[in-house]
């Protein structure tokens, strides 16, 4: 995989340093990511390895583990790198409340038989002379759960807001005519009306909002529809 294509999958499986999207991508393309961040020796791509696991588990993209495993030879230093990386993203997930891939706690329970706790060291050894912190780690994980959290958040706060809109023009439909009610609106956002539409405003509609304005009205209105 070329690097630009990686780090356009990146952004689509939700690493924010290199976020470029919010389309799905394939399994097959999942696991070709993977294999890459693991066998990287960029230190940056191989912190969004548990970013991406996480990722999937949250999209809903089913992978298995075993299956990414079995592209290589079992004492490769490419599976070697690859275990690692999920024995540590595994125990990391787990330490930060954040989804898992289905499968991957079993698979997690025999790597640690092979490598031990990996989360008890300062860095992972990768081969070659090359590590990665396990601080670091943590930290790409923790960004992304952030913007996770802040993607969510502004989401639900549009649904409420598109719901309020919703209701809003309801209850103004019930109350005025298509005309009437394009007025109220338009005042409401601050919007210049005509003269015609003014005088119009002034002499018809403002008269209707005075009257549901007024306390006593609210107190029947409500009086009746609690009964």
């Given at each position: 995989m070329r690097k630009e294509e990686l780090i356009t999958a990146l952004g689509q499986l939700g690493y924010q340093l290199f976020s470029t999207g919010n389309r799905k991508v394939g399994k097959k393309r999942t696991y070709d990511v993977l294999d890459e961040l693991a066998n990287?020796?960029?230190?940056?791509?191989?912190?969004a390895f548990p970013v991406v696991l996480a990722n999937c588990a949250h999209q809903g993209i089913e992978l298995d583990i075993r299956a990414l495993l079995?592209?290589?030879?079992?004492?490769?230093?490419?599976?070697?790198?690859?275990?690692?990386?999920?024995?540590?993203?595994?125990?990391?997930?787990?330490?930060?409340?954040?989804?898992?891939p289905d499968d991957i706690d079993k698979v997690a329970e025999e790597l640690r038989l092979k490598y031990g706790d990996l989360l008890a060291v300062e860095k992972i050894a990768l081969g070659k002379g090359f590590s990665v912190s396990i601080e670091r780690l943590q930290n790409a994980l923790r960004r992304y759960a952030t913007d996770l959290e802040r993607s969510e958040s502004a989401r639900v706060k549009e649904g409420k807001m598109q719901l309020r809109s919703f209701q809003l023009n309801l209850h103004l439909s019930t109350l005025f005519p298509e005309?009437?009610?394009?007025?109220?609106?338009?005042?409401?956002?601050?919007?210049?009306?005509?003269?015609?539409?003014?005088?119009?405003?002034?002499?018809?509609?403002?008269?209707?909002?005075?009257?549901?304005?007024?306390?006593?009205?609210?107190?029947?209105?409500?009086?009746?529809?609690?009964?």
């Open positions: 990287s020796t960029d230190a940056r791509l191989i912190e079995s592209r290589h030879r079992e004492r490769s230093q490419e599976r070697r790198r690859l275990e690692k990386m999920i024995l540590v993203s595994a125990d990391l997930l787990d330490h930060e409340g954040l989804e898992k005309k009437q009610k394009e007025l109220v609106l338009k005042k409401l956002n601050g919007k210049p009306l005509t003269k015609t539409e003014q005088e119009y405003y002034s002499r018809i509609v403002k008269k209707k909002l005075e009257a549901l304005a007024n306390s006593e009205i609210r107190k029947i209105a409500l009086a009746l529809t609690e009964k």
